[in-house]
C-alpha cells in the first residue's frame, strides 16, 4: 500500500494525507517524507475538507467524497479487493487508473465534468425528494 502512496505522491509532486480505516493495522507505521497520517478518530469531514483529490482503493468513502464535491481515482493495491470490486469504475462513477504512472489530471477533470458522470451519479442517489413517487411522507403514514 505505501509503495503505492509513494508513487501516487510523486506523480502528484504534493504531499500526501493519509486516512486509514479505522481498523486498520497500519496505526503507528513509519511514513514517507512528505506524507502524513490524519489523526485517528478524526471526522471524516475533516479529512474531505483538508483535501482536493481522494486516492482509494475498494471503499464506500469514495461515494461519500464525490458526495462532498471530491475528485476521486480509484488505485488497485490500497487493499486486498480486486480492482472495481464495487463497479465504480465501469459504471463511471469514480475515475479508475490501474497504474499511477497514467496520471493526467486533465483526464481527470474531463472525467468528473463528462455527462455520464452526472447521469450515473443521479441514477445511484435516486430522484430528489420532490420526485420520488410515493412521497416519503405516504410511506410513513402508512407505517
Not at 16 to 23: G, Q, V, W
Not at 50 to 70: K, P
Not at 115 to 126: N, P, Q
Request: proline share 7%; charged share 20%.
Amino acid at each position: 500500500m505505501l509503495q503505492v502512496l509513494s508513487r501516487a505522491q510523486a506523480a502528484l509532486g504534493r504531499p500526501l494525507l493519509l486516512r486509514l480505516h479505522p481498523n486498520s493495522r497500519l496505526w503507528g507505521i513509519q511514513l514517507p517524507e512528505n506524507m502524513q497520517m490524519q489523526e485517528r478518530g478524526a471526522p471524516m469531514e475533516a479529512f474531505f475538507s483538508a483535501v482536493g483529490l481522494v486516492f482509494a482503493g475498494n471503499t464506500q468513502t469514495q461515494f461519500n467524497a464525490l458526495c462532498h464535491g471530491l475528485a476521486v481515482i480509484q488505485l488497485p493495491g490500497l487493499d486486498p479487493l480486486v480492482f472495481d470490486h464495487h463497479g465504480y469504475v465501469r459504471r463511471g462513477i469514480v475515475f479508475g487508473l490501474r497504474e499511477i504512472s497514467g496520471l493526467d489530471l486533465d483526464e481527470v477533470v474531463r472525467f468528473y465534468a463528462d455527462s455520464r458522470f452526472s447521469a450515473e451519479m443521479r441514477k445511484l442517489l435516486g430522484p430528489r425528494p420532490e420526485h420520488r413517487s410515493p412521497p416519503l411522507s405516504a410511506l410513513l403514514e402508512a407505517i
